[in-house]
């Protein structure tokens, strides 16, 4: 089975731009859920995505946004960069939007702002 | 606020020791509890996970990891752990009918050959 595959691996933005993070999700799975995970903590939920449709947010801004296409692939994206935005963000897809449902995560994309 | 703690930020252990981690929740209601397990270069990947029944649970390489509802914790254990064994280990929790799994700050564990 093809595993989730996030693209890019590494990126380094500036302050105010915008930035879109890629993700396929494994094979039969339908619900993505996309993960910031700053150094030295764990990952930290950032929303999920269940049938093209958002399914709950964590506390993130508005400028954190997100899509799932009909093919479950998903997309991450993060307008108007600040500093703190750097981090290894994670893609991670599961068979199903419930709680008994593993999560099985991408290398993740490390974002860099300056 | 639901929240994972996670005892020990870093261990160091010698190979055929014995391994326990400690993990502590907070979340008002039944929850699923996870550990995942994320090896030098490797993606994050699960360990074991426990949803009902049996509080004692085994997952892959020998580990297990142990329920005690009264005390909110999920403690994972190993009795004798390998230089493979050398990764960072995270605890997360799932509310039952939540969509946001909740990951603790994670246990980087490094094992001496």
């Known amino acids: 089975e093809t595993g989730v595959t996030q693209s890019p691996t590494h990126l380094i933005k500036t302050r105010g731009q915008q930035v879109t993070l890629r993700c396929s999700s494994q094979s039969g799975h339908n619900t993505v859920s996309w993960y910031q995970q700053a150094l030295g903590q764990g990952p930290q939920f950032i929303f999920q995505?269940?049938?093209?449709?958002?399914?709950g947010r964590g506390n993130f801004p508005p400028r954190f946004s997100g899509l799932q296409f009909p093919n479950y692939s998903s997309e991450l994206n993060v307008n108007a960069l600040e500093l703190d935005d750097s981090a290894l963000y994670l893609c991670?897809?599961?068979?199903?939007?419930?709680?008994?449902?593993?999560?099985?995560f991408g290398n993740g994309t490390r974002l860099t702002v300056t | 606020a639901q929240s994972v703690s996670q005892h020990n930020h870093h261990v160091i252990l010698s190979e055929a020791a014995s391994l326990e981690l400690g993990c502590n929740y907070s979340?008002?209601?039944?929850?699923?509890l996870f550990w995942y397990v994320q090896y030098p270069g490797q993606h994050l990947q699960l360990l074991l996970k426990y949803f009902s029944g049996d509080p004692l649970v085994k997952g892959i390489k020998g580990f297990e990891a142990e329920f005690i509802k009264s005390k909110f914790s999920f403690n994972l254990r190993k009795p004798s752990v390998q230089w493979s064994d050398t990764a960072e280990y995270f605890c997360?929790?799932?509310?039952?009918?939540?969509?946001?799994?909740?990951f603790g700050a994670g246990t980087r564990l490094f094992v001496k050959a």
């Open positions: 997360a929790v799932i509310g039952t009918g939540g969509f946001k799994t909740i």
């Open positions: 991670a897809s599961s068979f199903d939007r419930g709680q008994e449902s593993p999560l099985h």
């Open positions: 995505y269940y049938r093209e449709e958002e399914n």
């Open positions: 979340y008002g209601g039944t929850v699923n």
